[in-house]
């Protein structure tokens, strides 16, 4: 699928699963065939089926072919449902969207309409607001900040199912200190990672809880432009992360999965020059993670900058024009960067609205 290879993404999934593909398979087939008739019969069968069709559809149509009007059409379909959870699962999904597509602005809108009290959309709402590539306004951060101030974690409003509640209150100390490292207040953000260090947990959780605490110290030294002390920070961290604390019916879990340390490890790579082991690093640090979707922009920008300093102008062209077609509705403020990307991509390959070779397919059908 991510080669697009859809023949025989298509054969492996029939002798997998026969003729009962799952749906989200079969809706990406239909928008490469240009096979409107069949994508709206898709539609209608998710909108009689239940919701973990539609929103699994929506995160392999964004994934795998970036073409976020059809995902959202997907998603939107639990916004009809008749049970809450339901309803909020589909708006937490379209936040998500949002985020890949660089809206800070319209996923703070989705995150709001979601029911009050449902469990883990402040947090994730928290989690979105310390995405390092995000314009996120200091009122929102500062509003956020107090809301997770307040959580209690063993009330109503927490993570969701076991084991993730049980690191509720180090999922608290977590974002605590990465908002507070957003807002400068570093020796705040440094006191919660202290008692981050601090705090109890089952053995099994212990190296996950003492990398967070790394996490959140290793974004202030960055915040300092300490780099080389940020990838200090990073190094013994290993992704030894339990599987089960990375996802929830109908959602990956994005709190525990450590997009955030390996974003920072990318980003102090690239600042020392270290151009090849960045690059490798991006390649394959966010491939399957819960949170891949969001990072994918900022990783094909990086990508193209990095390539393109290597003297590799065929795959920064690709990379930008992936970087180009997946922020093109960023807020107003990250304009820049797509501008910058499209001028790029135009002196690398002579006109701005050159396709680069390997560049995922365009697709009309159902808009």
Same mark, same amino acid.
């Given at each position: 699928?991510?080669?697009?290879?859809?023949?025989?993404?298509?054969?492996?999934?029939?002798?997998?699963?026969?003729?009962? &593909?799952?749906?989200?398979?079969?809706?990406?087939?239909?928008?490469?065939? =240009?096979?409107?008739?069949?994508?709206?019969?898709?539609?209608?069968?998710?909108?009689?089926?239940?919701?973990?069709?539609?929103? /699994?559809?929506?995160?392999?149509?964004?994934?795998?072919?970036?073409?976020?009007?059809?995902?959202?059409?997907?998603?939107?379909?639990?916004?009809?449902?008749?049970?809450?959870?339901?309803?909020?699962?589909?708006?937490?999904?379209?936040?998500?969207?949002?985020?890949?597509?660089?809206?800070?602005?319209?996923?703070?809108?989705?995150?709001?309409?979601?029911?009050?009290?449902?469990?883990? &959309?402040?947090?994730?709402?928290?989690?979105?607001?310390?995405?390092? $590539?995000?314009?996120?306004?200091?009122?929102?951060?500062?509003?956020?900040?107090?809301?997770?101030?307040?959580?209690?974690?063993?009330?109503?409003?927490?993570?969701?199912?076991?084991?993730? &509640?049980?690191?509720?209150?180090?999922?608290?100390?977590?974002?605590?200190?990465?908002?507070?490292?957003?807002?400068?207040?570093?020796?705040?953000?440094?006191?919660?990672?202290?008692?981050?260090?601090?705090?109890?947990?089952?053995?099994?959780?212990?190296?996950?809880?003492?990398?967070?605490?790394?996490?959140?110290?290793?974004?202030?030294?960055?915040?300092?432009?300490?780099?080389?002390?940020?990838?200090?920070?990073?190094?013994?961290?290993?992704?030894?992360?339990?599987?089960?604390?990375?996802?929830?019916? /109908?959602?990956?879990?994005?709190? $525990?999965?450590?997009?955030?340390?390996?974003?920072?490890?990318?980003? !102090?790579?690239?600042?020392?020059?270290?151009?090849?082991?960045?690059?490798?690093?991006?390649?394959?640090? $966010?491939?399957?993670?819960? !949170?891949?979707?969001?990072?994918?922009?900022?990783?094909?920008?990086?990508?193209?900058?990095?390539?393109?300093?290597?003297?590799?102008?065929?795959?920064?062209?690709?990379?930008?024009?992936?970087?180009?077609?997946?922020?093109?509705?960023?807020?107003?403020?990250?304009?820049?960067?797509?501008?910058?990307?499209?001028?790029?991509?135009?002196?690398?390959?002579?006109?701005?609205?050159?396709?680069?070779?390997?560049?995922?397919?365009? =697709? &009309?059908?159902?808009?």
């Amino acid at each position: 699928m991510r080669e697009g290879r859809y023949a025989l993404s298509d054969s492996l999934f029939r002798q997998k699963f026969g003729a009962t &593909t799952p749906l989200g398979h079969r809706a990406i087939l239909a928008l490469v065939r =240009h096979d409107s008739s069949s994508l709206v019969r898709l539609l209608e069968e998710a909108r009689k089926s239940d919701y973990e069709k539609s929103v /699994f559809a929506a995160q392999w149509i964004s994934l795998y072919l970036y073409d976020f009007a059809i995902a959202e059409r997907f998603a939107r379909l639990g916004l009809e449902s008749g049970r809450p959870v339901v309803r909020d699962s589909s708006q937490r999904q379209l936040a998500w969207l949002a985020l890949a597509q660089g809206s800070w602005a319209t996923a703070r809108q989705r995150f709001a309409a979601v029911e009050r009290g449902s469990a883990g &959309t402040k947090q994730l709402e928290a989690l979105s607001a310390t995405l390092p $590539f995000l314009l996120v306004p200091r009122n929102d951060l500062e509003a956020i900040l107090a809301d997770i101030a307040r959580w209690d974690p063993g009330g109503p409003a927490g993570v969701g199912l076991e084991p993730a &509640t049980t690191l509720g209150p180090h999922l608290r100390l977590y974002l605590l200190g990465l908002l507070t490292s957003r807002l400068g207040r570093e020796a705040e953000a440094l006191e919660h990672a202290g008692a981050l260090e601090k705090l109890a947990a089952p053995g099994e959780f212990m190296p996950l809880v003492r990398d967070l605490a790394r996490t959140v110290r290793a974004d202030v030294a960055w915040r300092r432009h300490q780099t080389a002390e940020a990838l200090r920070i990073l190094d013994p961290i290993q992704g030894e992360i339990p599987f089960d604390l990375l996802s929830l019916p /109908f959602f990956s879990l994005p709190f $525990f999965s450590e997009e955030h340390a390996r974003y920072l490890r990318a980003e !102090a790579l690239y600042a020392l020059g270290r151009d090849r082991e960045a690059l490798q690093w991006l390649e394959t640090a $966010f491939v399957g993670t819960p !949170a891949e979707l969001v990072y994918l922009a900022p990783s094909h920008l990086r990508q193209a900058q990095l390539y393109e300093r290597l003297g590799d102008r065929k795959g920064a062209a690709m990379h930008y024009g992936q970087f180009i077609r997946l922020w093109k509705e960023c807020d107003p403020g990250l304009r820049h960067l797509v501008d910058e990307a499209k001028a790029r991509l135009t002196q690398l390959v002579g006109e701005p609205s050159a396709r680069p070779e390997r560049d995922r397919p365009r =697709h &009309t059908a159902g808009h």
